[in-house]
């Protein structure tokens, strides 16, 4: 890695501060890493650990993370597209690389620290989801997924976690029909779904959104409007049922 001053933009003022950048050709490992779209305005970071269905070891985690301090502190990239491949998103935490671990070394260590990068960058994280994504939801580190702040699922997204804990308020839920089961087990909807008309606004205010939503859609094995006769069901969409209390006998 190297350091260059970048010229401050009416969107962001760096100060002339020192960013790191890496360099034109870096080669990440368990990564492919480049921006996209028609402004090249989209940061796109592909898990690309074929063999393990791209479980994230701490080799994918730290390269990651460099990835999203290169985009974040990019002023042309407006938003981030996160995904995998047709088969896996992820298949989450490396298992092999924990089995030895003891849970003294896991919580005095600080165990998966790291992995809380991606909730701290400040642009929008979109994670495009096709294939194998387990437990994607469930658990504090659960998996990266859980902290991107849009979440577009595709329909052949396998493996649907059921909602629970801490589900990520933040995290607006774009799937298509076969996965819309799982929402309703969500005892955090409501709470997304009264954030959702204000957080979408700021969302698509934001430089940027709008060209990597596309950029996650081409990502997906099925993007949006493909299932035809309206099979497509967005959330939130409408605000929670209200249910009537039965009357007393
Ligand atoms: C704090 C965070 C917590 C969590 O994230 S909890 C969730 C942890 N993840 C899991 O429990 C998923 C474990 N993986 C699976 O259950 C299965 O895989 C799948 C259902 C996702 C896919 O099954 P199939 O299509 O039959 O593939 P395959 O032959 O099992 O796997 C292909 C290669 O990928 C490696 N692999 C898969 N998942 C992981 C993983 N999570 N960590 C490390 N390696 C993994 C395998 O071992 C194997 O590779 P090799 O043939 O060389 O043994």
Known sequence: YYTRSIPCSPAHCCNDVPVSLPPAGTQFQYLVVEKKGAKQNVGVIQLNRPKALNALCDGLMNEMNQALDFFEKDPDVGAIVITGSEKAFAAGADIKEMQNRTFQECYGGSFLAHWNR???????????????????????????VNFCVIV???????????????????NILFMQRANGKCLSQSSRINSIQTLAPSLQLWLWSFLGVESAYSEAEKKKDRPWGSEGGGGIRAYPLQPPAVSTPSPLP
Do not use: D, E, H, W
């Open 118 to 144: 991606v909730s701290l960058v400040r642009k929008p994280v979109i994670a495009a989801v096709n294939g194998y994504a387990p437990r994607m939801f469930l658990g504090k580190y659960c998996t990266m």
């Open 152 to 170: 577009s699922a595709s329909s052949r997204q396998t493996q649907m976690p059921v909602l629970t804990g801490n589900c990520g308020s933040l």
